[in-house]
């Protein structure tokens, strides 16, 4: 089952450009990874410092591999000091809905 997971992340003022360039690098070496769908990134109409990463996995076993992977975890390394406060995740199942 196809799953999305949602990466909110709240980045300091001044530091967006920087961490776009970031999260671009981000997604390239996600988008090499076994079970890797799709992404998306969202901006907060109100805050674009709040930036949201839609990601969608054919398996949560695929994106658990991607999260524990040290390729991630350097990436995750170089947002981090361009962060407000921790990122936040979460993870759903994509399910289909049936018409009546």
């Given at each position: 089952m196809a799953i999305?997971?949602?990466?909110k992340r709240h980045f300091k003022?001044?530091?967006?450009k920087q961490a776009f360039a970031l999260l671009r690098n981000?997604?390239?070496d996600a988008?090499?990874?076994?079970g890797y769908i799709s992404g998306e990134t969202w901006i907060n109409h109100y805050d674009p410092c709040q930036i949201?990463?839609?990601s969608t996995w054919q398996t949560v076993e695929d994106w658990i591999q991607w999260e524990e992977?040290?390729?991630r975890a350097a990436h995750e390394a170089n947002l981090t000091e361009l962060l407000e406060g921790?990122?936040?995740f979460e993870i759903?199942?994509?399910?289909g809905m049936a018409q009546d």
């Amino acid at each position: 089952m196809a799953i999305k997971i949602l990466i909110k992340r709240h980045f300091k003022e001044d530091s967006t450009k920087q961490a776009f360039a970031l999260l671009r690098n981000f997604r390239h070496d996600a988008m090499n990874r076994p079970g890797y769908i799709s992404g998306e990134t969202w901006i907060n109409h109100y805050d674009p410092c709040q930036i949201t990463v839609v990601s969608t996995w054919q398996t949560v076993e695929d994106w658990i591999q991607w999260e524990e992977s040290d390729e991630r975890a350097a990436h995750e390394a170089n947002l981090t000091e361009l962060l407000e406060g921790p990122a936040q995740f979460e993870i759903y199942d994509v399910v289909g809905m049936a018409q009546d």
